[in-house]
């Protein structure tokens, strides 16, 4: 099987599903030529993202290795993150 | 790192050898295009304005117009307009180019004798510009534009990415690159200002896209605000800060060198950032008119844009646009998405694209005949 998590930057705390990804599947994601496997809380949508590590409400979610957001709430490793737990910090 | 192109008398390389015929206005396209049916070997290009434009809206076009006339893709540019004295206006400011420029007028001609003043002087030009061959040059020598259009989820995974690497590769071998889309950078500005070259820059480059933002604001469109679109939230963007960083992947890591107007030539080598519509077409013009002779046009569901005389290379790393719009694809990247491709393995290929087709080779657009030449209007004629 393919990769089915994308890593855009050694720095982020979010990747990014390759396909259609199930709730209970174990994923693997390469960080730093580290892998750690993670095992999704929810279903994740191709193009959507999932947590790769505990983030905590108020902190900063990054892609790119930059600032794309802030967590509304606490974001536990595996779980979706969207539009109902982040929002911007530009709007 | 080599291509071979067209050397031009003020010192530019081309990467083609166009004879093009410009029409000042609507009223000469019939004339253009007949021209361009007696006389092989001549690029029309015909617009819907230029009467009864003024102020800042009339420089653009008349920038517009002389800067594609003054592109180096073109070895000799005919001018045909209603009246001479917009008509000399344009022709004068791409006889400062150096190259053969003539202009036909239709008042005092009637149609038939202007099409056929304008038939014999675009012959003789294709003649003496079927002369002149191609040389070997360096990299350093070439203008590259790039935006990307039909964009989804795997343009800011992978096809931007990998552009950002050609780009880079491209400045390091001292070639300059412009980049433009104002309107969605919005966003990501703040990230962007940091690669300005000094704070003056930075600065210009800020109050630029503040400009667009408050100018849609003013015509009752929240910029800020309607982003990401229903669709992009559907797609898995979750901030306009996450959009908007996905286009900027393809311009790079290099330091921004300057923001030019719509149509203004760079001053000098390295990244520039000009000022305009993230609309393929009308984008694709003003950097043509900038004096950029190759586009570097990443996609995801498929744009097909192409433009007369500035051949546009077509980027996707979507597996299913390139297996289903085959004919307008020119660089597959989709392997990226499977693991099997690095960004770095990617650029190379999108180097290897932008040599060829500077070298000559037809990308997809030409060859299907993709000559959109869209004018950018900033307000309604007299």
């Known amino acids: ?91 | 790192m080599e291509f071979y192109g067209y050397a031009r008398e003020d010192g530019t390389v081309g990467v083609r050898n166009h004879v093009a015929l410009i029409s000042v206005d609507a009223l000469a396209n019939r004339t253009v295009e007949g021209i361009s049916k007696l006389v092989k070997n001549t690029v029309p290009i015909t617009h819907p304005y230029g009467r009864l434009q003024f102020g800042e809206d009339l420089d653009l076009t008349f920038r517009t117009l002389i800067g594609t006339g003054s592109n180096p893709n073109v070895a000799a540019a005919l001018i045909v307009g209603l009246e001479p004295s917009w008509t000399s206006i344009v022709a004068e400011g791409v006889s400062r180019s150096k190259k053969p420029v003539e202009s036909v007028t239709i008042i005092g001609n009637g149609d038939h004798k202007a099409l056929e003043k304008g038939a014999r002087i675009a012959q003789r030009m294709v003649s003496e510009a079927s002369e002149i061959r191609r040389e070997p040059f360096h990299l350093s020598n070439i203008v590259v534009s790039i935006k990307c259009g039909a964009s989804d989820t795997t343009s800011g995974m992978a096809s931007n990415p990998a552009v950002g690497r050609a780009v880079d590769r491209i400045i390091d071998e001292g070639g300059t690159v412009i980049f433009g889309e104002t309107s969605e950078l919005a966003g990501a500005e703040h990230i962007l200002a940091r690669r300005a070259v000094n704070e003056e820059v930075r600065e210009a480059f800020l109050k630029t896209v503040k400009d667009y933002i408050d100018f849609a604001v003013s015509k009752g469109v929240d910029i800020l605000g309607s982003q990401p679109t229903a669709e992009n939230i559907a797609g898995g963007l979750s901030t306009i800060e996450e959009k908007a960083l996905g286009n900027i992947q393809k311009t790079g890591t290099k330091p921004i060198q300057g923001v030019l107007k719509p149509a203004e030539r760079p001053k000098g080598r390295g990244l520039w950032f000009m000022d305009t519509s993230a609309s393929a077409q009308e984008a694709v013009t003003l950097f043509a008119a900038a004096g950029a002779v190759v586009h570097l046009f990443p996609t995801g569901q498929g744009n097909v844009v192409g433009h007369p005389i500035e051949p546009v290379i077509k980027i996707t790393a979507n597996e299913i646009t390139a297996e289903r719009m085959p004919e307008n694809i020119d660089v597959d990247v989709s392997d990226i998405l499977r693991g099997k491709m690095s960004y770095d393995e990617a650029g190379e290929l999108i180097l290897d694209a932008l040599l060829k087709t500077a070298s000559g080779k037809l990308p997809s657009a030409e060859i299907l005949g993709h000559n959109e030449f869209a004018l950018t209007r900033f307000w309604k004629s007299m």
Request: net charge positive; no cysteine.
């Open chain 1, 1 to 91: 099987m393919g990769r089915r998590l994308f890593l855009h930057n050694g720095s982020d705390n979010v990747a990014v599903a390759l396909e259609n990804l199930k709730a209970g599947d174990v994923v693997e994601v390469k960080v730093r030529e580290k892998t750690y496997k993670i095992e999704l809380r929810e279903d994740i949508p191709y193009g959507h993202k999932v947590a790769i590590r505990d983030i905590e409400r108020g902190s900063k979610i990054i892609k790119y290795g930059e600032v794309i957001g802030v967590a509304t709430e606490d974001i536990a490793v595996g779980s979706h993150v969207h539009i109902h737990n982040i929002k911007s910090l530009r709007y």
